[in-house]
């Protein structure tokens, strides 16, 4: 039971959130620190598991944010209802790009999905059913509850929460199944994996579909709450970086990791943008890059990692510091 | 074939030895170091920076600013390289990714951040203007380009292949535990391999700015030009990265010929994504 006593305090902390902190800033930030831990965690079972850096995420989100706000453009249905194809169209890109770069160094993977993404990116620039330049809008006044259209955050937030933990849940779950086993396995060797019969290009790439499919609701969720979406917010090069620098930062394939990264880099690009304005944006993203470098340099483990690192060596420490230096290996 | 396309395909052709160029200096730390540098199109988008300030502060155009910005570029990869790239190297490949993305993102906004996001180009008259040969009308400065880039490229081939210093480099990559044995210092040989990449960015990114608009995000674009022409010739090969970047120049042209201006870029990344489907060894590479 003590092993669920921190999570069941930080849950009820997450709970409470919105109703200590109750100004529209603090529960906006609130609900997009939310929203981007479910497109970063979405990330990590590709980027953190798998280790396999997609630096194209975005596309799957891009996909998930227009199929939503087609399906009320186009047919006038609740944005939700686009969901299910959001997922689908997200998957089946996986499988474009996946099936034929898993099986080569990681390198192409990372590569093949940053020129997806801007492929894709381009296209829907030229695409007049999908608004072109400008994008397609959502209901402004909601027609019914279905709609999602709220003009608090607070609705927002709870239903963000609600999609973090099946995230979360999911993420869990096949860590912990067989596929996570493999994936481990991979990561530290994939020719060992493979010489001990471990399915290494269908393992990478079911986990590259699951991860696609999160990220899709992700950006449905996205263009939902702010009730649109254009090329530049669905399907920006930046969204990856997010999503990217979220979970490294937190501690790539660590279950809280991405939530820890959104929980710190959210509220700083919303206060440099408070404070700078237009400027800001351009700083934020020097930050931005600084801070991946350091972590890349320093500390690929992110965040987590070296607090657990630090946590077991002051319990254990002097005799088993060898041994928990092992543990934490890269 | 009508001289319109005549003049399209050879205007390909010079933009496609530029292509050529930068991304020899990628196929170069790939093939070595078995390293992506996520930041490589983003050098490019620094030399053309450099020669922008050379001509506002001198005056003068890629003449001198092609050395300069191949000096300053390369400067800046050896101090990637002993800052950044020797310690992410030995770490996962996660850590190698984000290093160089995360330059890639430092570099850009950076530039951003100083210059602002406006696209700026340098006078169209800097290296001459257009004339006309046997009909076809070519403007001086991709002329210059194309031949520089030509030259460039060839001049580095020459260097990996027949010079003490690119066995050098070559046994490092082959085993650089047994160069170090045989008294080559990989270190330094990966740090002028650095060098060398980042400068041919440098030299690239002058001599593109002269006709080519400059803003801060054009070093994505480049990037995956160099990565679509880094595996479409075979990775670690110059000469594969020279017919594959000619190649790509010239299909860019023409599709924007045909096609439309616009949708260039479409054709050159549905081609990328073919070849990892059905050649990722690249067109030269061995299976």
């Known amino acids: ?330 | 074939m009508s001289s319109i396309l005549v003049q399209v395909i050879v205007g390909g052709l010079l933009l496609g030895a530029v292509y050529a160029l930068f991304s020899s200096g990628l196929t170069l730390i790939w093939g070595m170091m078995n390293i992506v540098n996520f930041a490589h199109g983003d050098f490019v988008m620094l030399g053309m920076y450099v020669a922008f300030v050379v001509w506002t502060l001198l005056g003068v155009g890629p003449f001198l600013g092609a050395p300069i910005a191949a000096l300053v570029l390369a400067t800046l990869g050896i101090i990637v390289y002993f800052g950044l790239i020797r310690s992410v190297m030995k770490g996962p490949m996660l850590a190698q990714i984000l290093g160089t993305f995360g330059l890639a993102l430092l570099l850009r906004y950076s530039v951003f951040w100083g210059f602002g996001a406006n696209f700026m180009t340098l006078p169209g008259d800097l290296v001459g203007g257009t004339f006309d040969v046997l009909g076809i009308r070519i403007q001086a400065s991709r002329l210059l380009a194309g031949v520089v880039a030509l030259l460039v490229t060839l001049g580095l081939h020459l260097l990996l292949t027949r010079t003490s210093l690119g066995s050098k480099m070559l046994a490092v990559a082959e085993d650089s535990t047994a160069a170090q044995l045989m008294g080559i210092r990989p270190d330094t040989m990966q740090a002028i391999a650095w060098a060398i990449a980042a400068g041919a960015t440098g030299i690239a990114g002058a001599l593109i700015a002269t006709f080519f608009y400059i803003a801060p995000t054009v070093g994505e674009t480049l990037g995956i030009v160099a990565f679509v022409t880094v595996s479409l010739g075979g990775f670690g090969s110059v000469p594969g990265a020279l017919v594959a970047g000619l190649l790509i120049g010239v299909i860019e042209s023409v599709s924007a010929y045909w096609i439309g201006a616009v949708y260039k870029d479409i054709v050159v990344y549905s081609l990328f994504l073919c070849f990892l489907w059905f050649r990722p060894q690249g067109l030269m590479g061995k299976s």
């Not at chain 1, 930030?29 to 970063?40: E, F, H, K, Q, S």
């Open chain 1, 1 to 330: 039971m003590r092993r669920l006593l921190w999570p069941s305090v930080a849950l009820a902390l997450v709970i409470a959130y919105p109703l200590l902190f109750s100004t529209p800033f603090q529960q906006r930030l609130g609900a997009l620190v939310l929203l981007y831990a479910i497109a970063a965690s979405a990330w990590n079972i590709v980027g953190g598991y798998a280790g396999q850096v997609s630096v194209g995420h975005v596309v799957f989100f891009g996909c998930g944010a227009y199929a939503s706000m087609a399906a009320y453009s186009h047919f006038a249905l609740p944005p939700l209802v686009g969901i299910p194809a959001g997922v689908l169209v997200s998957v089946l890109i996986a499988a474009i790009i996946g099936v034929p770069t898993l099986r080569l160094s990681g390198h192409y993977f990372s590569m093949a999905t940053i020129a997806v993404a801007e492929l894709v990116r381009l296209i829907v620039t030229n695409t007049d059913y999908l608004g072109a330049a400008v994008g397609l809008s959502g209901p402004t006044v909601p027609r019914t509850v279905l709609d999602l259209s709220f003009t608090s955050a607070l609705p927002y937030y709870y239903l963000f929460l609600l999609v973090l933990l099946i995230t979360l849940g999911i993420t869990w779950w096949m860590a912990n199944s067989r596929m996570g086993f493999y994936l481990r396995a991979i990561r530290d060797s994939e020719r060992a994996a493979r010489s001990l019969g471990a399915p290494a290009s269908r393992t990478k790439l079911y986990a590259f579909m699951l991860s696609a499919g999160l990220t899709s609701v992700a950006g449905a969720l996205y263009a939902m709450m702010f009730g649109f979406v254009d090329p530049e917010s669905g399907l920006g090069i930046l969204i990856s970086v997010k999503m990217l620098i979220m979970a490294a930062l937190g501690g790539a394939g660590l279950l809280f990791g991405p939530l820890v990264g959104a929980a710190i880099l959210v509220p700083l690009e919303e206060i440099s943008n408070n404070l700078l304005g237009g400027k800001g944006a351009g700083l934020t993203f020097v930050v931005y890059g600084a801070i991946i470098v350091l972590i890349a340099r320093f500390q690929p483990g992110g965040i987590l990692t070296l607090i657990k690192r630090l946590w077991s060596r002051r319990r254990r420490a002097p005799e088993t510091t060898v041994a928990a230096e092992a543990t934490h290996a890269p």
